[in-house]
């Protein structure tokens, strides 16, 4: 179980930045109106709901049991599950960030603002 446990912490710490927490990327200069638009599309992008984390906490609990209990024991199976929820809703998390990252970039777009990334 301290395996699983371990290697669950080990996938958590390799996380870095969000994406959403990066600065956007602009070709070009940016208007006067770019900050209040930045404000009111990020706003826009977190409100927004995937549903990536639910299903990778789940997908990531099941993996991890039936990988735990194929190459060990009942324990093992139950550490493989937690692992592999705790896992698996960091990994869905960071997913469910790409997209609002994506839906921030559109918006901005959308306003007019050269937007790249």
């Known amino acids: 179980m301290k395996k699983f446990l371990c290697i669950a912490l080990l996938g958590l710490s390799a996380c870095t930045q969000y994406p959403m927490q990066k600065p956007l990327a602009v070709d070009g200069t940016r208007n006067a109106n770019f900050l209040s638009d930045e404000t009111e599309c990020r706003a826009l992008a977190a409100n927004y709901h995937s549903g990536k984390r639910e299903m990778e906490t789940a997908f990531g609990a099941i993996d ?54």
Do not use: P, W
């Not at 060990?72 to 698996?88: K, M, P, T």
């Not at 809703?89 to 050269?114: P, T, W």
């Open 64 to 117: 991890g049991a039936l990988t735990g209990a194929a190459i060990g024991d009942g324990y093992d199976a139950l550490g493989g599950a937690v692992a592999g929820g705790i896992f698996g809703s960091v990994k869905g998390q960071y997913e469910d960030d790409l997209i609002r990252r994506q839906a921030l970039i559109n918006c901005m777009q959308g306003r007019g603002h050269q937007v790249y990334g």
